[in-house]
């Protein structure tokens, strides 16, 4: 089973955004065989934001559709609002592909403990 997820860059190399800071999300497809697809790039206010202008949920609704997030990293707020939609959110930042890896490796763990 595939997997959307949101990745929080701000140059689509590296995992290096804060959540309420990002400006952008990038949106990737992760399949089954762990290579993943380049959906989409998404502009987004950040909620963090001085000038104000975006709350956290309206973050949220620029990403509903995804299974999870990746961040540098995420207030614990932010973070709950986020489970409670549906949207898990993953500390991991580092090189978007390695950040991709790891998560796919997550997921085949936890695919494999649900199977046995």
């Known amino acids: 089973m595939s997997h959307k997820l949101a990745i929080a860059t701000s140059d689509g190399k590296f995992v290096n955004q804060h959540f309420g800071r990002a400006n952008q999300?990038?949106?990737?497809?992760?399949?089954?065989?762990?290579?993943?697809?380049?959906?989409?790039?998404?502009e987004n206010t950040p909620s963090c934001n001085p000038s104000g202008g975006s709350t956290t949920e309206d973050t949220i609704k620029v990403i509903s559709d995804v299974d999870g997030v990746l961040v540098s990293q995420v207030g614990r707020g932010a973070g709950?609002?986020?489970?409670?939609?549906?949207?898990?959110?993953?500390?991991?930042?580092?090189?978007?592909?390695d950040a991709l890896n790891k998560v796919y490796e997550l997921i085949r763990e936890e695919s494999e403990e649900e199977d046995s």
């Open 80 to 97: 709950d609002k986020l489970i409670a939609h549906g949207i898990q959110p993953v500390i991991i930042p580092m090189l978007i592909e």
């Open 25 to 42: 999300f990038l949106i990737v497809e992760l399949k089954d065989d762990g290579s993943y697809e380049v959906l989409e790039l998404r």
